[in-house]
Nanobody
């Protein structure tokens, strides 16, 4: 069992930056692949970024070049650095952990945080 807690969300103007953190419990954090997803009102939860246990990174086309995902295994924490934010990035952002399956699918992740709100004003 792993517990995930997101933090770092907030309100920023278009073009601004935020750094989200996902703190994970458990002594086996390093064996998990980690993902970031987001969900806006009335829309389905969508893939944003992922980082493997070997620190390989993957991004949705919509955020590539603007967002950077990283992990610090010593701190049991995954980060999402978000630059060049625009109003279309407004959503609740979730981190999640998985062992197998597609890194792009919500159904592959067995553990989820409660989310942190990101709001980008125009």
């Amino acid at each position: 069992q792993v517990q995930l807690v997101e933090s770092g969300g907030g309100l920023v103007q278009a073009g601004g930056s935020l750094r989200l953190s996902c703190a994970a419990s458990g002594r086996t954090f390093t064996i998990y692949d980690m993902g970031w997803f987001r969900q806006a009102p009335g829309k389905e939860r969508e893939f944003v970024a992922a980082i493997s246990r070997d620190s390989d990174t993957y991004y949705a086309d919509s955020v590539k070049g603007r967002f950077t995902v990283s992990r610090d295994n010593a701190k049991n924490t995954v980060y999402l650095q978000m630059n060049g934010l625009n109003p279309e990035d407004t959503a609740v952002y979730y981190c999640a952990a998985r062992l197998i399956g597609s890194r792009y699918l919500t159904s592959s992740y067995g553990y989820w945080g409660q989310g942190t709100q990101v709001t980008v004003s125009s």
